[in-house]
């Protein structure tokens, strides 16, 4: 009866996880528009509801009624799995992020993360290289030159910024003595390691940018020179497809900032599912904040940067840290 | 209770074994080196799905992150950057390299068969049971015999790519005449 109970509480929580994130992520689409245009001093989407409220419900009725269309020259499997790819890969990397201790529901201890395995960080980075392969097909599927320009673009800048972003992790790994992000947690009580490792997080942050393809690194999209890159020949539910993904993977690299650098899902008085909801939501503004405030890089100068900064730094951060942390001093 | 969770891994090995074979000889004979790349990660995928059976989740992990993931994205990257998908058509024609590949596939096999009928695989047991993984970690073990044991051969190895990366840094370097 046991596994009974265990195989309905992980579909549970897989089906309500999956419901609670599509509902941020709509909403982060929102959020977004919102504070883009406050900050370009315009008052964003207000005419859908109170305040705008009903703004994202609109445009999937609106998405899910265009017309569906594939370009003639697109190879037609993989330019429809494409979206897929992107929408799975996002989704799936949260499934390892703990966002609250343990409740007791019906008699029953459940603790707040969908699988809590032994390299949860590592299963992270390998799914955040997955998702990037959405990019890269759906570019190239189009058969779009502009289109395989964006794909071209995406995977070398996945190539040059995924070292950095692993490098990055490194000193979380060194200080928490684990990969189980859930140990990362613990390790952090008392102290975020954003207060012991402030450059690892700067480097997250800027390496991660460059995974989810955002200002100043949206370079497979640029669409005043691309128009569009990548998702040039989408249309209707499958760019709606690529928008979700998008957004959701955004918010899934904030909830790896708040686990990894800022205590995760631990907080005084509010309970664990409510102080990670308040500490992502903050990455999210920043993450809209500095789309508003930088201009997009030029190509080479991102390429130059990840390989001959952005690298270099990490590795020196990475042999600093552990040289403190050998002498005892973190 | 064990039973069902034995005949539950027997399925999943059944299946991640068969999609890991039949991806493998759609990559050899699909004629777009794209569709074969795509096909050569579906193959990558199945195979890790082996290793976490054989309790190695590490070795799962870094084999989807590294083959998977980085290097068949540079593979896709190469293809797409020389467009190869539009003229690759030649393979077709070369009857000469399908005779020897034919051979040496078939050749292989009956290796592999005598093999299998001729070598009884009772070893001797390692000192890492199962068990013992379990309370230790799977990452901490496959470290601790990296940087430990095998730190020589470990070593050696990243020599060997490093000659590989300064090698291909002077063969790309603009030549000065």
Known sequence: MEAVYTLIEMVVKNIVVVLVLMGFVAYTTLLERKLLGRLQVRPGPNRVGPFGLLQPLADGVKSFFKEDIIPDEADKTIY?????????????????IPFGGTITLLGREINLVIANIDTGLLYLLAMATLGEYGVVLGGWASGNKYGVLGALRAAAQMI?????????????????GSLNLGEIVAAQEGMWFIVKYPFGFIFYLVAGLAEINRTPFDMPESESELACGFNIEYSSMKFATFMIAEYAHMFTVAAIVTTLF????????????????????????????????????????IMHFGWKVLLPLTLLNVVVTAALVALGVL | MIGIGIGFKWFIFVVAALVATGSSLMM?????PIHSALWLIVTFFSVAILYVLLNATFIAVAQVMVYAGAIMMLVLFVIMLIHLEWGAQW????????????????????????????????????????QKLAELGNTRAVGGLLYGKYVFAFEVASILLLVGIVGAVLLARKRKD
């Open chain 1, 80 to 96: 429809v799995l494409a979206p897929g790819i992107s929408l799975f890969a996002a989704l799936s990397m949260f499934a390892v």
């Open chain 1, 160 to 176: 040059s910024y995924e070292v950095p972003l692993g490098l990055a992790v490194i000193g979380t790994i060194i200080l928490a």
């Open chain 1, 262 to 301: 800022l205590g995760g899902w631990m907080g005084p008085w509010l309970p664990g599912p409510v102080w990670f909801l308040i500490k992502v939501f903050a990455v999210i503004f920043f993450f809209i904040w500095e789309r508003g405030t930088y201009p997009r890089l030029r190509y080479d100068h």
């Open chain 2, 91 to 130: 393979t077709s024609s070369r009857s000469f390299a399908k005779l020897m590949g034919g051979i040496i596939t078939i050749m292989l096999f009956l290796q592999i068969l005598a093999g299998v009928f001729t070598y009884s695989s009772v070893g001797q047991h390692g000192i890492y049971s199962a």
């Open chain 2, 28 to 32: 050899v004979t699909r004629k777009n």
